[in-house]
C-alpha cells in the first residue's frame, strides 16, 4: 500500500541550530503539504506545493523555515535556527488534487506521514 | 476565514456506551473529512463526506453531513476501548483550497 515517508521520525535538538525534515509523498501526487501540530492542537498549514511550486505559504516563518521541492517530488522543510516554540510534530501529507479545482469523490483527500517529532532544547 | 469548532474537546466515556461528536463550521463548503490520531502517531483518514446529507459508516463509527446547518456529527455505538484516540474534523475552505482542522476530540474509553 502506497504511503507517506517521512524522516527522521524523531529530532531533538539545541536552540539555535539548524534541522531539516524530508518528505516523499505517495507516487503521483501532485500536491504536498507541510503541517505542524502543537501538541494538544490540530494541524495548521505551513506550506502547500502544487509540484515544484508553492502555492500557499502565508503561514510559514520565512524568516526561519524554508521549504523546497525542487523536482515536484520529494520535499525538505528547514528550520535555522530552531527556537524554543518550534517543539512540534511536524507532518507531511499528499493529495492528487490539482491547486485551483474541484475533483470529485475523495480527489482533495490528504494522506498523512507518520510526523517527526522535534524537541527543541 | 474558515473556523471549524469541535465540541466537546475531551470525553470519557464507559464502553458500551454511544456518544456524538460534533463539528461545526463558519462558512460554506464542499466537503468534509474526519480524522483519527492515536498518541505520538500521524493523522488516519476515516471518512470524506462530500454532500449535504452525506452519512458513512465503519464499523461503530458513523459520520454525517448537514452543510446547511455547516454541522458534521460522528456517531459513536457501543462504544470499545480500542476506539480510544483523538478524532478530529477538518473542513475543506473553498476560497483558499485547503483544509482547516478543528481541535480535536480526545476520547477516551474505560474498559
Known amino acids: 500500500e502506497a504511503e507517506v515517508a517521512q524522516s527522521p521520525r524523531y529530532k531533538i535538538t539545541e536552540k539555535s541550530q539548524a534541522v531539516a525534515f524530508w518528505c516523499d509523498p505517495i507516487s503521483g501526487h501532485a500536491t504536498l503539504y507541510w503541517y505542524r501540530q502543537i501538541l494538544g492542537q490540530g494541524p495548521e498549514l505551513l506550506v502547500q506545493?502544487?509540484?515544484?511550486?508553492?502555492?500557499?505559504d502565508s503561514q510559514l516563518p520565512k524568516d526561519r523555515f524554508s521549504a523546497e521541492r525542487l523536482k515536484g517530488v520529494d520535499s525538505t522543510l528547514k528550520i535555522q535556527p530552531a527556537e524554543l516554540g518550534d517543539s512540534a510534530m511536524y507532518l507531511c501529507a499528499s493529495s492528487l488534487a490539482q491547486w485551483g479545482t474541484s475533483g470529485g469523490s475523495s480527489y482533495n483527500e490528504q494522506f498523512f506521514g507518520p510526523g517527526t517529532r522535534l524537541t527543541v532544547l | 476565514e474558515l473556523k471549524v469548532e469541535q465540541n466537546p474537546l475531551f470525553l470519557s466515556m464507559q464502553e458500551g456506551k454511544n456518544y456524538t461528536i460534533y463539528c461545526n463550521y463558519s462558512t460554506t463548503s464542499d466537503r468534509l473529512y474526519w480524522y483519527r490520531q492515536d498518541p505520538g502517531k500521524s493523522l488516519e483518514s476515516l471518512f470524506v463526506?462530500?454532500?449535504?446529507?452525506a452519512v458513512k459508516q465503519e464499523g461503530r463509527l458513523m459520520a454525517s453531513l448537514d452543510t446547511k446547518a455547516r454541522l458534521s456529527t460522528l456517531h459513536i455505538t457501543a462504544a470499545v476501548h480500542d476506539l480510544s484516540a483523538t478524532y478530529f474534523c477538518a473542513v475543506w475552505e473553498n476560497r483558499d483550497d485547503k483544509i482547516i482542522f478543528g481541535k480535536g476530540t480526545r476520547l477516551h474509553i474505560l474498559p
Open positions: 506545493f502544487q509540484d515544484e511550486s508553492v502555492v500557499d
Open positions: 463526506l462530500l454532500s449535504n446529507g
